[in-house]
């Protein structure tokens, strides 16, 4: 009789993980009654599994973005938790069905003074349903915020109305972008930063690095100094 292979299936699950083996193809039928690893005790060693997997992950990559609900309930079993009221657009990044745009809502609103009480307030004021909020609802902390962040973010830029010296300076765009952004804010307003990133063809990671740094006035055109001999 052939003696069992040395891989275990945790061991396979984390070479796996790290990309030291390929994935298994999936079984062509599934089990049968009364096989092993079905049942209550079966399902409770997969998900032993899984977060082993999903700490080990997180050991690897710290920033980890969460791929979907099962994993965000294991790294709440794991202790990872976001604080609604506190929590920075990177950590709202991390979890599923989180976009930057969605994020930059977020951010906008917190820099508003905005705070929420539960997942019904979170989902009413971010505009998404209460399932999505389900998704996250494991991991979110509701502590208010008592005092301001330590290190505040700069007031948000102006988009539809800042001049080119200041969208140069404050984005670090070059002038061939910088007169991009002219031309398409002269035909119309920018919208969100989803808008911006589209019709600019901004790639994500600039599209992160801009989460809550602009304003959405619609009102197109730079801002003039006053007049001279005008009261200031």
């Not at 609802?137 to 948000?156: H, K, N, T, Y």
């Not at 690095?209 to 959405?216: D, K, L």
Request: include cysteine; hydrophobic fraction near 40%; charged fraction near 25%.
């Amino acid at each position: 009789m052939a003696g069992r292979h040395w891989l275990d299936p945790l061991a396979r699950r984390l070479l796996e993980a790290t990309g030291q083996l390929p994935p298994l193809p999936p079984p062509l039928s599934p089990p049968q009654p009364g096989v092993a690893g079905t049942g209550a005790a079966g399902m409770g060693a997969e998900e032993a599994v899984e977060r082993e997997l999903l700490a080990l992950k997180l050991a690897l990559n710290p920033a980890l973005r969460f791929r979907d609900g099962a994993e965000v309930r294991q790294a709440a079993a794991l202790g990872w938790s976001l604080e609604v009221n506190l929590a920075e657009a990177g950590d709202w990044l991390r979890l599923p069905g989180c976009p930057p745009e969605l994020v930059d809502r977020l951010i906008r609103l917190q820099g508003e003074g905005q705070q929420w009480s539960g997942p019904g307030d979170l989902a009413a004021g971010l505009q998404v349903s209460s399932a999505q909020v389900g998704i996250w609802r494991p991991v979110l902390r509701f502590r208010r915020r008592g005092q301001p962040r330590s290190a505040p973010l700069p007031p948000p830029l102006a988009i539809n109305q800042a001049s080119e010296r200041l969208l140069q300076e404050r984005l670090g765009l070059g002038p061939e972008r910088c007169r991009w952004l002219l031309q398409e804010r002269a035909r119309q307003p920018f919208r969100d930063l989803a808008d911006l990133q589209h019709r600019l063809e901004i790639s994500p990671e600039q599209v992160e690095r801009w989460i809550g740094r602009f304003r959405y006035d619609a009102a197109p055109g730079p801002v003039l100094p006053p007049a001279p001999g005008r009261a200031r």
